[in-house]
């Protein structure tokens, strides 16, 4: 197998968003023409790449639909419904009553209230929600999401379920693995933050490393390591994994409300942006859209944005009931 530069993944991925230098575009050619594998290669990370884009684009945020409804704020006190044993006196009575018509039963049913473990379930609905579980893993559930966790103490195994994406950054516990379940799939901790993406409706399952390390696997595939900067896929289709350190740096945004753009369409900009703040910006042309910007944000608040992203395009923001409308002129 021919050995691949280590930056031709982020070359490629620049390619593929148009976002390239005329000089990086000489460049991938030139290696493109290289070698027969370079295209096939291409032609597997291209996959990955519409794959991944596919999934990003099923949760990007609705604007003109959003415009005519009214958000629930984000930091409203998440709805979490906590799974509780049953009182110690019920458990006395309910066990004395077994032993009494069946010991054995009896038996086997103290020893089954022995090893339970605390339940923790939360829903996030349209909200955001961020929530700590019992081991004090921090969790924050993006919009529509669903997530269980549970202890086996048998297996020394913390179990978190998910349903939708999720950003966890998880407390340390030398005893105890950390276990992610999505679908098929499986996301073992080995001490790190990361976010992970699994709709239902999409083929790809996507990880993405923060910080540390993890193992992303099935029971049927070893899968792929994946360090801090790396991102995973894993297509349900054909139950392949595949991983690039093209990392989407705005995969958290909805956790930390950090924001990397390079070179980014607005269009791009404004509905990661509109996705997580409940006050939506607007453009007010959508010649607009096609515009592109390099700007960072970090915990900054929406009007800030706005303000920031009207100042270096050399537009104006004026504010329209819950909306920040941007205007200015269209882009070359």
Not at 147 to 162: M, S
Not at 283 to 291: A, G, I, M, R, Y
Request: proline share 2%; aromatic share 10%.
């Amino acid at each position: 197998m021919k050995q691949y530069p280590e930056h031709i993944d982020e070359l490629i991925a620049k390619v593929l968003s148009s976002e390239a230098t005329s000089d990086e575009k000489n460049t991938f050619n030139e290696w493109l023409n290289e070698h027969p594998d370079n295209q096939s290669y291409f032609n597997q990370f291209e996959t990955i790449y519409h794959k991944s884009s596919e999934l990003v684009e099923t949760i990007q945020f609705d604007t003109d639909a959003a415009w005519k409804k009214v958000s629930i704020a984000i930091n409203k006190e998440p709805k979490v419904v906590p799974i509780t044993k049953p009182s110690k006196r019920f458990n006395v009575w309910r066990i004395a009553a077994v032993v009494i018509t069946l010991v054995g039963l009896g038996s086997a049913l103290l020893l089954m209230q022995k090893d339970s473990a605390p339940q923790f379930a939360v829903r996030s609905g349209n909200q955001i929600v961020g929530d700590t579980l019992p081991d004090k893993t921090l969790a924050t559930l993006n919009k529509g999401s669903e997530l269980t966790y549970e202890l086996d103490e048998k297996k020394k195994i913390r179990k978190a379920v998910l349903k939708g994406e999720a950003f966890f950054k998880i407390s340390e516990d030398k005893e105890n693995q950390f276990l992610v379940y999505t679908n098929e799939v499986m996301i073992k901790d080995v001490g790190t933050a990361f976010n992970v993406r699994s709709l239902d409706d999409n083929d790809t399952i996507s990880v993405s490393v923060k910080d540390g390390e993890v193992i992303f696997y099935s029971n049927s595939n070893k899968g792929i390591s994946l360090i801090a900067g790396e991102t995973g896929y894993y297509l349900k289709s054909s139950k392949v994994f595949a991983k690039t350190n093209a990392v989407d740096e705005n995969a958290s945004s909805y956790a930390d409300r950090e924001f990397r753009f390079r070179n980014t369409p607005m269009r791009k900009v404004v509905n990661q942006i509109n996705a997580v703040y409940e006050t939506k910006i607007r453009l007010s042309d959508k010649q607009l859209e096609h515009c592109r910007i390099t700007v960072n944000f970090k915990e900054d608040d929406i009007e800030t944005i706005a303000s920031v992203i009207a100042e270096t395009m050399g537009w104006t923001v004026e504010r329209s009931n819950n909306q920040l409308v941007l205007f200015g002129s269209a882009c070359q």
